[in-house]
C-alpha cells in the first residue's frame, strides 16, 4: 500500500515557473513507476509524464516537452515534476500516481495502470 500526497500548487502567471512534489509513504517506492495526470477544467483527467522506477526512463505528453521535467528520489521517496513556462492552458488539478506494473517500454503506461493516486493539487496559470 502506498499513500501519496502533493504539494507545490499555486497560482502563478503565464510563463513562470512552479515545482510540484509528491511524498509517498512506505518503503517499496522504487519498485513503483510514477506518473503525473491532470485534470483541467471540464475535462477529462489526462497523462502528463511518468517515470520509471529507477529514472532511467522518462514519457511526457506533447504538450509539456521542452517545459516540465519529472524526477524522482528514491531515497526520500519523492516524485517531482518542475513546471517552466506555464501557459494558461496548464491550469488543472495535478495528480501523482504510481504503478507497481512493469512495462519494458515506458510509454505502455496508463492511468488504469495507476494503481494508487494522491488528492492533487491546483495548479492555476493566469493570462
Known amino acids: 500500500q502506498v499513500q501519496l500526497v502533493e504539494s507545490g500548487g499555486g497560482l502563478v502567471q503565464a510563463g513562470g515557473s512552479l515545482r510540484l512534489s509528491c511524498a509517498a509513504s512506505?518503503?517499496?517506492?522504487?519498485?513503483?513507476?510514477m506518473g503525473w495526470f491532470r485534470q483541467a477544467p471540464g475535462q477529462e483527467r489526462s497523462f502528463v509524464a511518468t517515470i520509471s522506477r529507477t529514472g532511467a526512463r522518462i514519457h511526457y505528453t506533447n504538450s509539456v516537452k521542452g517545459r516540465f521535467t519529472i524526477s524522482r528520489d528514491n531515497a526520500k521517496n519523492t516524485v517531482d515534476l518542475q513546471m517552466n513556462s506555464l501557459k494558461p492552458e496548464d491550469t488543472a488539478v495535478y495528480y501523482c500516481?504510481?504503478?507497481?506494473?512493469?512495462?519494458?517500454?515506458?510509454?505502455?503506461?496508463?492511468?488504469?495502470?495507476?494503481?494508487?493516486w494522491g488528492k492533487g493539487t491546483l495548479v492555476t496559470v493566469s493570462s
Open positions: 500516481a504510481g504503478s507497481p506494473k512493469y512495462y519494458s517500454n515506458i510509454y505502455y503506461y496508463a492511468q488504469s495502470d495507476m494503481d494508487y
Open positions: 512506505g518503503r517499496t517506492f522504487s519498485s513503483y513507476t
